[in-house]
Nanobody
Framework: QVQLVESGGGLVQAGGSLRLSCAAPGLIFSVGINTMNWHRQAPGNERELVASMTWGGRTNYADSAKGRFTISRDNAKSIVYLQMHSLKPEDTAVYYC??????????WGQGTQVTVAS
């Protein structure tokens, strides 16, 4: 069972930037992957999909993330990134990485905390 490992979270001032990383040790990035995604969950809120990328490279973003967040990947390193700019206090949440293969169970990480101070 692959366990994804997120990193890069922390405390940042409003307007700042962070880059989150999601390592997938033991998982080969290949056509067997359907989508790679970043979700977030703030206290008292449901988990929401922030950004997604298909194996073919098509990306999709939540309205709140458009123009500020960019999802990307490094196939050789089996890492998915989420670059975040112009951060706002409402971006404060635990961010989770998720990879959905075409078959078999989805993979999830343990989450990384992002806190944006006003």
């Amino acid at each position: 069972q692959v366990q994804l490992v997120e990193s890069g979270g922390g405390l940042v001032q409003a307007g700042g930037s962070l880059r989150l990383s999601c390592a997938a040790p033991g998982l080969i990035f290949s056509v067997g992957i359907n989508t790679m995604n970043w979700h977030r969950q703030a206290p008292g809120n449901e988990r929401e999909l922030v950004a997604s990328m298909t194996w073919g490279g098509r990306t999709n973003y939540a309205d709140s993330a458009k123009g500020r967040f960019t999802i990307s990947r490094d196939n050789a390193k089996s890492i998915v990134y989420l670059q975040m700019h112009s951060l706002k206090p409402e971006d404060t949440a635990v961010y989770y990485c998720n990879i959905n293969p075409w078959s078999g169970p989805a993979y999830w990480g343990q989450g990384t905390q992002v806190t944006v101070a006003s």
